[in-house]
């Protein structure tokens, strides 16, 4: 009798777990994803917004996107979202980084913030400091062997540490594809992500050092970045590596390849672990192994030389090639070349 | 040092230190003339977005980027319409409706962009240069200065007819007085509001012309928020500057000198964090307000409505 009594007590409280577990896994019904700029820049805002429809999508679930909100203040923003249900707010620029746990902590909803591995929070705070430095490695490696001149450039609109880890790579590419090549490397200004203009006057600057393929990062200030390597006056021609997004649609012949990002893997897994009550608990990545990471194969790109290149990808993917990500600003400028430096 | 002092690298430095001060000389001017008939134009930013997106479409459309820096300065003259009715005429408060004009022409271009740019990004082709003869050949200031668009050289223009303007004709009397002393010169029968109008007006003209600048030579391309903050800059050239055109010139430049310099010392590799070297326009800015606030003279009823009778 007390055994049955036992029994039947365990049995209840059993149950009794399974069901407030059960109420604590998230039931997700909507997420919404906040972006600095419309989501038609072939780049950041873009990827970021079409990854989140797409896994929104996969999962059945509906999806926000409130774009071209500028690098100022979103606190009202996403206290709206947070009211009209949305279960997670994705904040996709490093500028909301301050305001999305604010936010978090205010409303109860979840946020995913970007460049912040150490602002994880249990069931409230994901990070997704996503690093392409495996397909810039490669970026690299393709500029060093394309390049005439042997000066590559970097230029970038700003240091988030997402841009670090990518300028890393594609230096360390280089400087494997070919030791003596300089990389010159200059930022635009303190979170140019928007300045066009300012993205052309540095870049022809960098061409005039001698640099005849341009690594660029920037928002909208990759546009001007773009313009200048088309009208730039150097004895060779000028060629373009992008990032994060595919501007092949609007290229005029200078799109030499882009490291790819494709975000789906990571916010299909972030709306996973809502639902299985496990997020904030780790980082998010990408990588070339699951081809969330890849370089874009454009005309500009000899089929022999894209060849040498996959090959690449493969010792990268299998261990062989080991690039490890840097995400300090100072660890990336201690990797770059000097105009000063005389010829080796 | 030797890759530092080659003469292309040298050249577009220089050529792109021009470059970024030909809009905020623009603006400063613009703002000087506003500034000096008591309006304080903090809209000038909103000003120039509205001159570089009616500048770059018009330049796209017509493939005449002439026409583009004209819709560009009646874009910026456009936008400052409000500014007239609300500030000069109505008496708002001027630094709220610049403040509201910037923001909402900010949404407002963002939009255009997206609904007519965003999907092809259309770009000019490299703007043709007017090289003047024996100047163009001097190396590096020849190319940087003396070969470019022929609208630079009017820019620079803009600056010794300006001061003749301000110093030598009755109208350059009007627009101090207006900014001084008001109801002074409202006792002698010219019309302050009249006046503050077409100060106002004059500001959007150079604004917008500073803004089609950038976007049709600067970026030959537009792309929202993209003057990053040129109006501001040029607010604070304009106050720095004392009422002198040149001053304004000559802060435009060293801003824009500053900008290439951060350019030259990162490619150099200068040890130093990239930070540190990006404070460099702004720390000059500040180093000069700081030299020089003390003796600027700011018209005593700058920022301050006109009413007639009104003490």
Redesign the interface.
Known sequence: MKWNTLSAGLSATALVLALVGSAHAKDVKSIAILTPEQGTDFGWNQQGIDAAKAAGEKAGIKVVVAEGLGYGDVRPTMRELAKDGATLLIAHASGYNTAAPEIAAETGVAVAIVDTPKGLKAGSVADYTLSGHEGAYLAGRLAAKMSKSGTVGIVVSGEPPSWNSQSAGFAQGVKAEKADAKVLYAVIGPAAYADAAGGKRVTEAVIAAGADIIFGQGNGSSFGMLEAVETAKAANKVMFIDVIGDKSKIDKGNLLSSVVWNMVPVYSAMIADLKSDTYGTKSYKISLADDSVRLLKTPQIADDVWKQIMALRDDVISGKIKVEPVFEAAQVRALMSSVTEPPK | ????L?V??L???L??AV??GI?LLLAGLGEQMSEKAGVLNVGIEGMMLGGAYAGFLTAISSGSIWLGFLAGACGGALVAVPMVILCVQRGLNQIVIGIGLTLGL?GLT??L??VQF????P????VETLPIPLLSDIPILGPALFDRHPFVYLAFLLVPALAILYRGTNFGLWLRAAGDRPAALDVTGIDVIATRTVAVIFTGLMAGLGGAF??NV?????????T?GDGFIGVVLAMLARGRAASVLAGAMIFGGC??L???F????V?V???VI?MLPFATVMVVLIVFGRQASLPVALGLPYVRGER
């Open positions: 040092m030797e890759g530092l080659q292309p690298f050249t577009a430095l050529a792109g470059t970024a809009p900010e963002a939009i962009h997206h965003s999907r092809t990004y770009r000019l082709a490299r950038l976007a600067g970026a030959g391309i537009f792309v929202p928020f993209m990053h900008l290439s951060t350019t030259a990162q490619i150099a590799g040890n964090p990239t930070d990006q």
